[in-house]
């Protein structure tokens, strides 16, 4: 691997100035390109999974922006979609899936989940040979609970009530659950891995919904299983945990899992991270997305409060959350601008 990959860099214990940049859904709905390649298929998932198109979006950011790091199109649902659970994307309404029973989970298959997901680790393989050498190539899945929450409701909720009830009123059936999506997370990292990722990043969107105690349990115990099982085939494997909204639970999150970099949305304190996370683990984060809608002054200002903040140590910049797709293109090449010359 080329040593100039500075997200690379960051992950392994290296502070570098100004920041190495990505943002999350960077290959998306704000970008004219994409929308164009989305309307040439009959669905989400058919883009996902075919190579061909899954890599051209995955680049189109690259080549606008110059970002240091690409991230894998896919989606977190194509674990689902390769345990054999009906999923869908409704066009303006998200996901929906045929909600699973808790009585009926399906034995975990590894060679099933491998060869549904064979075309993503192509587009892994054709994304680090078209890449510039310089870039990092980041793989990514979601977390365990965040997927259960979509398998048992199927669909996005408001407060993830589905789930959270499902883990109360049945708690072994719930854990078998999470067993199920953690061993498929565990082969599909792997897979991505040996297929050319640099690194790979677990999203664990409703992380935030969960108590402390159901916190360390939904949330921290399958990310500790995760790194463990696939350092135990790669050890040099690099991890960045994104659990949104866990706000004080972040420190125990990182000393547990052992992950190398820990995502951070906009309501992290920025002194607080700084002081507890930064001596032991690289942070990514912390733009309000709303501020990159916004742009002008209140952007420029949000990404001198970021840099000032945590830019004493290993900062990797990047975004709360994921960018929407109301983002003019002309403020993220702002937000580069100002971060790369700071």
Not at 160 to 188: E, K, M, V
């Amino acid at each position: 691997m080329s040593d100039n990959r500075t997200v690379v860099q960051v992950l392994d214990g290296s502070r570098i100035w100004p920041p190495p940049i990505w943002i999350m859904r960077q290959a998306g709905r704000y970008l004219p390109e994409y929308r164009q390649i989305r309307s040439t298929v009959s669905s989400f998932l058919e883009l996902c999974y075919t190579p061909d198109l899954a890599v051209e979006v995955s680049l189109q950011p690259i080549r606008r922006y110059g970002f240091d790091a690409a991230i894998l199109f896919s989606d977190i649902l194509v674990i689902p979609d390769a345990l054999g659970q009906q999923v869908e994307f409704e066009s303006g309404q998200g996901p929906r899936l045929e909600p699973i029973d808790l009585a009926q989970l399906p034995d975990y298959d590894k060679d099933q989940v491998i060869n549904h997901l064979s075309p993503v680790m192509e587009t892994v393989s054709r994304l680090r040979t078209e890449l510039p050498d310089e870039t990092t190539l980041l793989g990514f899945c979601g977390a365990p609970w965040t997927v259960a929450t979509y398998m048992i409701a199927g669909r996005g909720t408001p407060d993830q009530a589905p789930a959270r009830l499902a883990s109360l009123r049945d708690p072994s059936g719930f854990a078998q659950l999470i067993d199920l999506i953690t061993d498929a997370s565990i082969d599909y990292l792997i897979a991505q891995l040996k297929a050319g990722a640099d690194a790979v990043q677990v999203f664990d969107t409703w992380a935030g919904v969960l108590s402390p105690g159901d916190f360390r349990r939904w949330s921290i115990a399958p990310m500790k299983k995760i790194v463990a099982g696939v350092r135990a085939e790669i050890p040099e494997a690099r991890f960045i945990g994104f659990p949104k909204g866990a706000n004080l639970n972040l420190a125990d999150y990182v000393a547990e899992t052992e992950v190398n970099g820990i995502g951070l949305d906009w309501s992290v304190p920025h002194d607080w991270a700084r002081q507890t996370l930064q001596p032991t683990t690289a942070v990514q984060g912390n733009l309000d997305p709303m501020r990159l809608i916004a742009g002008g002054k209140a952007l420029d200002a949000a990404i001198d409060t970021t840099l000032e903040g945590l830019g004493e140590g290993r900062l990797i910049f990047n975004l709360g959350h994921g960018i929407t797709p109301e983002t003019p293109v002309d403020h993220v090449a702002q937000l580069v601008q100002r971060v790369r010359a700071s």
